[in-house]
């Protein structure tokens, strides 16, 4: 069980982590919601929940809810750029289909 | 997918509702963009990683519109049609815009504010403005990758009603839902991380290219309040490239310059003045089209020296600032610069020097203003939690007041109050049975009305008739947080009432504005043309490499004839690519789909009987 980080991801992170000057890692998610059932939830997070699941990946803290795990275990985060945009990507193995966008996705 | 930012605690947006929000500098000279992404502001840079858009619009004869670099490269060869500095007339009156005859522009005088015109027709400065904010959202969105849900624009503290009102109009005219205007000193401050530090008086030093301002900024309980502005709106870091030029042509004993030599010194003026910034010694060579070589250098101790008395004339404003809001340089706790101008070190150190402290200046000083709107932008879009949120108080920079018999003007709501604010005053009839009263609401500091701007006029009628004085008519200023001003006057006795938003006489009537948004929408659809081809092209162009690359594997299943049919509808679509139709590129590609159709299935079944070479049925 775990979810990883690459390194541009984990260096972005740890930069806007650093900017932002306050917070104890990244918590991910997920959250029922949008065209395909289940949409990505990518937060700050200023404090560890007695119930969430805890990952280390490259030096940054990464926090799941239990609920959430099961949808996107596996998954690893990463951050890419196209064209002007930028921002980050999840490469979550359990997606069977997700909508066009894919902003909210099935397993 | 989509790329995802990361949002504070629990303010992760729903999929298709992410609350994308920027922050525009729309400056005289450049213009920028900014975003807050994933907690950081960021300006947001063209494809080729340029943060500034020169704000410089040029307007062809069949309506395309050049902005930004492509525009200020052909500044000089077509000046009529290349529109420079149009912020200065933004809200103007052709008499109000100073040295109109050292531009090179055709002006209209038009009722409401000056206009240009082009080889396009006539354009308003609110319409060239919006020509630069359309490039700036369509980079936010390519940057983005979604619709914008809103912009904070920013404008100097000392705009008018009639300015800002000018400059909302434009941001919508560029489809923005202008969330609100921002003072370009308080957005330098919210950069600058201010509202989090103590209480206390800062002052913002902005030197751009072509106006310089000051703004003394009060900050308690994390509200800012703009006290006092000031500054020279000729004075920037153009000039400072006009001395270095002027040296050079003294230096050099120059005979009058042609227009062509005469952009390349300059050019090199300000690239000598820029190298300075981090060199004790610049180069200036110019090969003029006469043939001689102008080859110079430039010390900083002389561009001090030449430079000297536009430094002074910062200082000025300085002092006035501070007059007016009754401070001294010790009340002052920080000084920010803003303004690519600010990094000349003379100008540092002449700061340094005046204010007794070190001025802030890591961020830089041609972004801050941006950033600053960006992250004022993002807590008005709701990407913050509400404890952080932070309200920002501006003042009106010119007295409001309304027109008394005799020509007086009466101050309503005085210069500095901040905003929002509202303020009634009464008034009554001059004459017996008077049943109307006409107001004419103004804006300045002068005590006769021809001396002060006319921003408004309207009519309050049905007041039954009275003995003179004995009506009373409560007129009442009302000033939103834009700093948009309405005014109401209400007769008490029977509760007549009538009320005019300025909307002042030298901002945009309501049919100018529908004209403008009627031409947008009418460009809408040249831009649906314009996508609709493009996705025909690309359609096209896959069905021909498909197409090709079958006829070089396995051209042997056609006949000569059918081989001939399909090279046909080939040729037909490649010569109809490159046109502008659409629809020609559309039949084209449909005929050739058909053409292939029989070589496509000859091709499926050749492949499955290629797949079942050699394989026993029983093992299907």
Known sequence: ?107 | MALLQISEPGMSAAPHEHRLAVGIDLGTTNSLVATVRSGVATVLADELGRPLLPSIVRYHADGRVDVGYAAQAKQAVDPKNTIVSVKRFMGRGLRDVAHVENAPYDFVDAPGMVQVRTAAGVKSPVEVSSEILKVLKLRAEASLGGELAGAVITVPAYFDDAQRQATKDAGKLAGLNVLRLLNEPTAAAIAYGLENASEGIYAVYDLGGGTFDLSILKLARGVFEVVATSGDSMLGGDDFDQRVFCWAVEQAKLSPLGPRDMRQLLMKSREAKEYLTYHGEAPITVRLSSGDVVDLSIDTETFCNITQTLVRKTLGPVRKALRDAGLTVDDIKGVVMVGGATRMPQIQRAVAELFRRDPLNNLDPDKVVALGAAMQANVLAGNQPTDQDWLLLDVIPLSLGIETMGGLAEKIIPRNTTIPAAKAQEFTTFKDGQTAMSFHVVQGERELVADCRSLARFDLRGIPPMAAGAARVRVTFQVDADGLLSVTAREASTGIEASITVKPSYGLSDAEIERMLRESFEHAKEDVHARALAEHRVDAQRLLDATRSALAVDRALLAPRELEAVENAVRALEQVLTANDARAIKQATDALNRATEEFAERRMDEGIKRALAGKKIGSL
Do not use: W
């Open chain 1, 1 to 107: 069980m775990a979810i990883t980080l690459t390194e541009q991801a984990a260096s972005h992170v740890q930069a806007f982590l650093a900017r932002r000057g306050k917070g104890v890692g990244l918590r991910v998610g997920v959250r029922t919601s949008g065209c395909s059932g289940l949409a990505y939830k990518l937060e700050f997070a200023d404090a560890v929940n007695p119930e969430d699941h805890t990952f280390e990946s490259r030096g940054v803290k990464v926090l799941v809810d239990p609920k959430s795990l099961q949808f996107i275990d596996g998954t690893e985060l990463d951050y890419t750029r196209e064209g002007l945009n930028e921002g980050f990507k999840f490469r979550n193995p359990r997606v069977k289909d997700q909508c066009g966008c894919g902003e909210s996705f099935n397993v």
